[in-house]
């Protein structure tokens, strides 16, 4: 069984390995790219396979959860960190999550990255990045979750940035390069505040292990007294969930800290779906999930939680109605997406959260890739207002798009209906109906913005120049990934089928009943319980509303954008304030820039650079030079080559060493 779990992140790493030193090799081959995606592709579908069998021994009890530790990592006096996995429901899901989803993305990367000279690298960076999420996801402690953490933050630099010498229409960003080095610089900021709650932990509870730091708070809660012997209080507690709640704003990209995610988009299509589907980008709402028991212990850092991820969704969504880039679009719908997620988690509501996780990664992978199916038949064309019509060229990608599309929307029975009314009914229970609105304002954003991308897109006139651009239907190696996600996107919401629908249905709630062990000590600190008979009522009214509000989204977007309308551009011209807002990002960016980036560059260029290196180090390095030099011009001229002066000289040296020994 050990070897089966260790297998998990070391097949990636082995394809990582293999394909980073074999480009030479597999050059000689004529079908040596096909055989390096094959080879790459295999390194995650396998972990999948084994984690489906893991999955199935967990559920019939034959596999309790587990710790399994490879090597004693770092032994210094009293500290030691093991290089241990963590094998329970959370892991395994998020386990089967990354490379079930993975595996797919890698498969049509095949078809996707066929022409491009970089082909072996971007695989070997896939493999790389799956390896270092599984490291995250699977770890038993905080510092291997953190090699994980910071080993996707360098992966994710390497794919946003493959094609590092392409311009990139961002802003304030001219290079692909640019967006990369934007996305590690924001994510570092978060970072830090996961290495000083690490600090925190270690200082408080002795222990870094996440069995051992959650029992070890709920016992310090119950005896008031922290293992380290100082006295507990609710404000240590916050301000440790706060330091590792900043890492989540990067990771999953909320605000503040939400600015990279956008600019990602620089990278390949296939990064795309990678980062913001499945993996990096739920990063933040794993962590958090891990460290529930933490985090129910402020009801602070909870509201905390809980109002930023409303915020985002709702920035987020409305952001996304008036984006003209195919990926943009998508990217915003991701950053308000997480926004739910982290939500839930502010709530209390942590399967639902995760539930949104799973679902999230079948529609949004599903949209990304069909987004690089159309880019792909467009020839790399990523403005919707050049494309319409193109239901009649890409009749697949059309379909599948369309499946994925009434997901994200919540649309009754796909996916994202049955995990998005799972949060909104959470955050009206447990939350506010204010905070209730205002995510339900972002569901009816999600579904205008999703359905303007279909129409503008598949439907309406062609708008794009027939003569030198031909669109085609992506080949069947893209095209089956999105058959299997459109799929998952349709049942994937069946795991986890709210109360009062189960009840109608007599389906039970299979995910909750999964992850019922893993969150039960948090619930049992927040005092959630079951609804009761009597709340089934406002639950089926809240879930009839949120899927009227959707419908609503819908309907909106097909009146304005199925057929030609002047209604959008007429309320552009009348609302302009608001339009630009929105078409400029409210602004973030250039407040950032305004208030961080050029100070900090100015500070760098005038007084580190100019001040401190050019007048400061180089001029004592200079000088120094200069004194050896002239030092070394003065002794030159005592080598002569006479040797009654050398006799001389020599005659002098010992008159005063004796002189010194005589008055000494």
Same mark, same amino acid.
């Given at each position: 069984?050990?070897?089966?779990?260790?297998?998990?992140?070391?097949?990636?790493?082995?394809?990582?390995?293999?394909?980073?030193?074999?480009?030479?090799?597999?050059?000689?081959?004529?079908?040596?790219?096909?055989?390096?995606?094959?080879?790459?592709?295999?390194?995650?579908?396998?972990?999948?396979?084994?984690?489906?069998?893991?999955?199935?021994?967990?559920?019939?009890?034959?596999?309790?959860?587990?710790?399994?530790?490879?090597?004693?990592?770092?032994?210094?006096?009293?500290?030691?960190? /093991?290089?241990?996995?963590?094998?329970?429901?959370?892991?395994?899901?998020?386990?089967?999550?990354?490379?079930?989803?993975?595996?797919?993305?890698?498969?049509?990367?095949?078809?996707?990255?066929?022409? =491009?000279?970089?082909?072996?690298?971007?695989?070997?960076?896939?493999?790389?990045?799956?390896?270092?999420?599984?490291?995250?996801?699977?770890? =038993?402690?905080?510092?291997?979750?953190?090699?994980?953490?910071?080993?996707?933050?360098?992966?994710?630099?390497?794919?946003?940035?493959?094609?590092?010498?392409?311009?990139?229409?961002?802003?304030?960003?001219?290079?692909?390069?640019?967006?990369?080095?934007?996305?590690?610089?924001?994510?570092?900021?978060?970072?830090?505040?996961?290495?000083?709650?690490?600090?925190?932990?270690?200082?408080?509870?002795?222990?870094?292990?996440?069995?051992?730091?959650?029992?070890?708070?709920?016992?310090?809660?119950?005896?008031?007294?922290?293992?380290?012997?100082?006295?507990?209080?609710?404000?240590?507690?916050?301000?440790?969930?706060?330091?590792?709640?900043?890492?989540?704003?990067?990771?999953?990209?909320?605000?503040?800290?939400?600015?990279?995610?956008?600019?990602?988009?620089?990278?390949?299509?296939?990064?795309?779906?990678?980062?913001?589907?499945?993996?990096?980008?739920?990063?933040?709402?794993?962590?958090?999930?891990?460290?529930?028991?933490?985090?129910?212990?402020?009801?602070?850092?909870?509201?905390?939680?809980?109002?930023?991820?409303?915020?985002?969704?709702?920035?987020?969504?409305?952001?996304?109605?008036?984006?003209?880039?195919?990926?943009?679009?998508?990217?915003?719908?991701?950053?308000?997406?997480?926004?739910?997620?982290?939500?839930?988690?502010?709530?209390?509501?942590?399967?639902?959260?995760?539930?949104?996780?799973?679902?999230?990664?079948?529609?949004?992978?599903?949209?990304?890739?069909?987004?690089?199916?159309?880019?792909?038949?467009?020839? /790399?064309?990523?403005?919707?207002?050049?494309?319409?019509?193109?239901?009649?060229?890409?009749?697949?990608?059309?379909?599948?798009?369309?499946?994925?599309?009434?997901?994200?929307?919540?649309?009754?029975?796909?996916?994202?209906?049955?995990?998005?009314?799972?949060?909104?009914?959470?955050?009206?229970?447990?939350?506010?109906?204010?905070?209730?609105?205002?995510?339900?304002?972002?569901?009816?954003?999600?579904?205008f913005y999703i359905f303007r991308l279909v129409y503008l897109v598949f439907y309406g006139a062609e708008r794009f120049d027939t003569h030198h651009t031909q669109p085609h239907e992506s080949p069947a190696v893209m095209a089956i990934p999105l058959i299997v996600l459109a799929i998952l996107s349709i049942i994937g919401g069946f795991l986890g089928i709210p109360h009062a629908l189960g009840k109608i249905l007599h389906i039970p709630n299979v995910l909750e009943q999964w992850l019922d062990p893993v969150f039960a000590p948090a619930q049992r600190i927040l005092a959630h319980t079951?609804?009761?008979?009597?709340?089934?009522?406002? /639950?089926?009214?809240?879930?009839?509303?949120?899927?009227?509000?959707?419908?609503?989204?819908?309907?909106?977007?097909?009146?304005?954008?199925?057929?030609?309308?002047?209604?959008?551009?007429?309320?552009?011209?009348?609302?302009?304030?608001?339009?630009?807002?929105?078409?400029?990002?409210?602004?973030?960016?250039?407040?950032?820039?305004?208030?961080?980036?050029?100070?900090?560059?100015?500070?760098?260029?005038?007084?580190?650079?100019?001040?401190?290196?050019?007048?400061?180090?180089?001029?004592?390095?200079?000088?120094?030079?200069?004194?050896?030099?002239?030092?070394? /011009?003065?002794?030159?001229?005592?080598?002569?080559?006479?040797?009654?002066?050398?006799?001389?000289?020599?005659?002098?040296?010992?008159?005063?060493?004796?002189?010194?020994?005589?008055?000494?």
């Amino acid at each position: 069984m050990e070897t089966l779990v260790y297998s998990i992140p070391l097949l990636p790493l082995v394809g990582f390995t293999v394909l980073s030193f074999s480009k030479g090799v597999l050059d000689y081959f004529e079908n040596g790219k096909r055989i390096a995606g094959i080879f790459a592709s295999a390194m995650v579908g396998v972990p999948f396979v084994i984690a489906c069998v893991l999955g199935v021994d967990m559920m019939t009890s034959s596999l309790q959860p587990s710790t399994y530790t490879l090597f004693s990592w770092i032994q210094a006096g009293d500290f030691s960190i /093991e290089y241990a996995f963590k094998l329970d429901q959370l892991s395994l899901l998020f386990t089967l999550v990354v490379t079930g989803v993975g595996f797919l993305i890698h498969v049509y990367s095949i078809g996707y990255m066929a022409h =491009d000279e970089g082909f072996i690298r971007f695989f070997a960076y896939l493999n790389l990045f799956i390896f270092m999420m599984l490291n995250l996801v699977l770890a =038993d402690n905080y510092v291997v979750t953190f090699l994980g953490w910071e080993g996707v933050g360098l992966a994710s630099f390497l794919l946003i940035g493959f094609w590092y010498d392409r311009e990139f229409a961002g802003t304030n960003i001219a290079w692909t390069s640019d967006a990369a080095r934007k996305a590690f610089i924001v994510n570092r900021i978060g970072d830090f505040g996961i290495l000083l709650a690490i600090f925190m932990l270690y200082f408080l509870f002795g222990s870094l292990r996440y069995d051992d730091v959650n029992a070890a708070a709920l016992t310090a809660r119950a005896q008031g007294l922290f293992p380290n012997g100082s006295v507990y209080n609710a404000g240590t507690m916050t301000a440790l969930a706060l330091l590792l709640f900043l890492g989540c704003t990067g990771k999953s990209a909320q605000i503040p800290l939400f600015v990279w995610l956008p600019d990602a988009m620089a990278g390949p299509t296939p990064v795309s779906a990678l980062i913001h589907a499945a993996t990096m980008v739920t990063s933040g709402i794993f962590l958090i999930a891990r460290t529930a028991p933490l985090f129910a212990l402020s009801h602070d850092a909870m509201s905390t939680v809980a109002i930023i991820g409303v915020v985002t969704a709702l920035l987020a969504a409305t952001i996304g109605i008036v984006q003209n880039d195919i990926k943009k679009v998508l990217a915003y719908s991701t950053v308000s997406q997480l926004g739910f997620m982290v939500a839930a988690l502010g709530v209390g509501a942590y399967t639902a959260a995760v539930f949104h996780v799973v679902t999230h990664a079948f529609f949004k992978a599903c949209l990304f890739l069909g987004a690089g199916s159309v880019i792909h038949g467009m020839h /790399e064309e990523q403005d919707i207002q050049k494309m319409g019509g193109l239901a009649t060229y890409m009749p697949t990608t059309r379909r599948t798009f369309i499946i994925a599309a009434l997901a994200i929307a919540g649309i009754f029975p796909f996916a994202g209906f049955f995990s998005k009314d799972e949060i909104l009914w959470n955050v009206f229970l447990h939350g506010s109906p204010v905070l209730w609105f205002l995510l339900a304002l972002a569901a009816f954003c999600t579904a205008f913005y999703i359905f303007r991308l279909v129409y503008l897109v598949f439907y309406g006139a062609e708008r794009f120049d027939t003569h030198h651009t031909q669109p085609h239907e992506s080949p069947a190696v893209m095209a089956i990934p999105l058959i299997v996600l459109a799929i998952l996107s349709i049942i994937g919401g069946f795991l986890g089928i709210p109360h009062a629908l189960g009840k109608i249905l007599h389906i039970p709630n299979v995910l909750e009943q999964w992850l019922d062990p893993v969150f039960a000590p948090a619930q049992r600190i927040l005092a959630h319980t079951e609804t009761h008979a009597s709340s089934h009522i406002l /639950e089926y009214v809240l879930m009839i509303v949120s899927l009227g509000i959707a419908l609503a989204g819908v309907l909106l977007a097909r009146s304005w954008y199925a057929t030609t309308s002047e209604t959008p551009q007429a309320l552009a011209q009348r609302m302009v304030s608001l339009y630009n807002l929105l078409w400029n990002k409210y602004f973030v960016d250039e407040i950032y820039y305004k208030l961080l980036v050029n100070p900090l560059h100015k500070f760098a260029e005038q007084f580190v650079w100019k001040g401190v290196e050019t007048h400061g180090i180089d001029m004592v390095v200079n000088r120094s030079g200069s004194f050896v030099m002239a030092l070394a /011009e003065i002794i030159r001229r005592i080598q002569s080559g006479v040797a009654q002066n050398y006799a001389l000289l020599l005659l002098m040296g010992i008159i005063l060493v004796m002189a010194w020994l005589l008055l000494s």
